[in-house]
């Protein structure tokens, strides 16, 4: 019963709003860092009933409409420019609103340098548009098979377009395991390659596609 509640528990994360999955609060947000008008916060969960871990929110505007920022996603050149820490991307399987994604990084110690194979899932409802995302087994990706690869990482990017004509990006990110690196080493780290991401997420929707493809190749 209780591996059951944990599979359920998983499930509604990836098809529901972070603001109504199924768990347990234990405590309020708090922020723990803001960078113009990104902010990072925290708030520890327990999911099951068993595990307990915490939730990241982010937060930010853009000047751009969701059709537009999607692409930041599902192009591998663009993701790879973007998403500090990133050596390599790869999108190895799209299904339109389906697609898998290989991506190679190089972290700072003390994190591994494993790499991730992460499936996103879009999905719209009136005027939000949700991209979800989870790690995934290299299984019936043969050539993967030797890789070792996050397995346990969940989350979600919701893009809700302003009167203005901004788009309020939000995202919720979980890691469903138990870290070794403390808290006050990982945080900071974490943060601002957050904070480096999101200012190379806004510099790219800045500019038209001619502009993001000679940047991108300015960069290779």
């Known amino acids: 019963m209780r591996s059951i509640k944990l599979i359920l528990s998983f499930t509604l994360l990836i098809l529901d709003s972070y603001s109504a999955f199924s768990h347990e609060a234990l405590s309020d947000w708090k922020l723990a860092r803001q960078s113009g008008d990104i902010k990072i916060s925290y708030r520890d969960i327990e999911i099951g009933d068993t595990l307990k871990t915490r939730e990241m929110r982010l937060s930010f505007f853009v000047e751009a409409a969701p059709d537009k920022i999607i692409p930041m996603f599902k192009e591998a050149?663009?993701?790879?420019?973007?998403?500090?820490?990133?050596?390599?991307?790869?999108?190895?399987r799209d299904n339109?609103?389906?697609?898998?994604?290989?991506?190679?990084?190089?972290?700072p110690w003390p994190f591994k340098q494993e790499d991730l194979i992460t499936k996103y899932t879009l999905?719209?409802?009136?005027?939000?548009?949700?991209?979800?995302?989870?790690?995934?087994?290299?299984?019936q990706l043969p050539y993967y098979e030797n890789i070792a690869t996050h397995k346990k990482y969940l989350g979600?990017?919701?893009?809700?377009?302003?009167?203005?004509?901004?788009?309020?990006?939000?995202?919720?990110?979980?890691?469903?395991?138990?870290?070794?690196?403390p808290k006050f080493i990982q945080d900071p780290i974490v943060q601002d390659t957050?904070?480096?991401?999101?200012?190379?997420?806004?510099?790219?929707?800045?500019h038209d596609e001619l502009q993001l493809k000679r940047i991108i190749a300015l960069e290779k």
Do not use: R
Not at 96 to 107: A, C, I, M, Q
């Open 156 to 181: 979600k990017w919701g893009f809700i377009p302003q009167k203005n004509g901004t788009t309020w990006v939000k995202f919720h990110s979980i890691a469903l395991y138990k870290s070794s690196i």
């Open 194 to 206: 957050l904070i480096e991401s999101i200012n190379n997420f806004k510099s790219l929707l800045a």
């Open 77 to 92: 050149d663009k993701l790879s420019y973007w998403s500090a820490g990133t050596k390599k991307c790869e999108v190895l």
């Open 123 to 139: 999905t719209n409802s009136g005027p939000q548009t949700s991209l979800s995302y989870e790690s995934w087994t290299p299984k």
């Open 96 to 107: 339109n609103s389906t697609w898998l994604v290989y991506s190679k990084f190089d972290f």
